[in-house]
């Protein structure tokens, strides 16, 4: 009997400040195939559409890397994920949070909506990177946290 060769999932992130929500995230994107492919986005890229990551692109990959959900970082990975790229890396589709307002997705992901190789998980709620540099800044503002 011929075995069926492993899907592989890719997933394109910024990971900044690695919390609880992108283990998550990358839990919910391996559960959709075998292997996970994670693509970091580069920082001068990232600040086009939101504010700049406080960890570097290599300090982020390094921790992407590290988590066992992961099969291979790819750094920096193209801000607009095509077909053409999926088949480069050999990934059946790319996986995003649901997080996006459809105009986003149509932006980021065109081509592959159009191809029918873009699936949504669920985003988790309560934690983000920007409310963990709040968090930060709220505390030392009070004088809660000392450095």
């Given amino acids: 009997m011929q075995q069926s060769p492993p899907v592989v999932v890719y997933a394109d992130v910024v990971c900044d400040l690695f ?11 391996r559960a959709l195939g075998d292997r996970l492919i994670v693509g970091m986005m580069a920082d001068d890229d990232v600040a086009t559409y939101k504010p700049r990551p406080v960890l570097t692109l290599a300090e982020r990959a390094t921790v992407v890397a590290a988590c066992r959900l992961v099969d291979r970082v790819i750094a920096p990975a193209p801000l607009h994920c095509t077909a053409r790229f999926l088949d480069e890396i050999g990934a059946a589709f790319c996986v995003h949070g ?42 030392l503002a009070a004088g809660t946290l000392r450095t």
């Fill in 19 to 29: 919390h609880a929500g992108h283990v998550r995230f990358f839990e919910l994107a």
């Fill in 98 to 139: 649901d997080d996006m307002r459809d105009d986003e997705l149509m932006y980021f992901y065109r081509d592959l909506i159009e191809h029918g190789r873009l699936r949504k998980v669920p985003y988790t709620q309560g934690i983000s990177s920007r409310a963990i540099v709040a968090r930060i800044a709220g505390r």
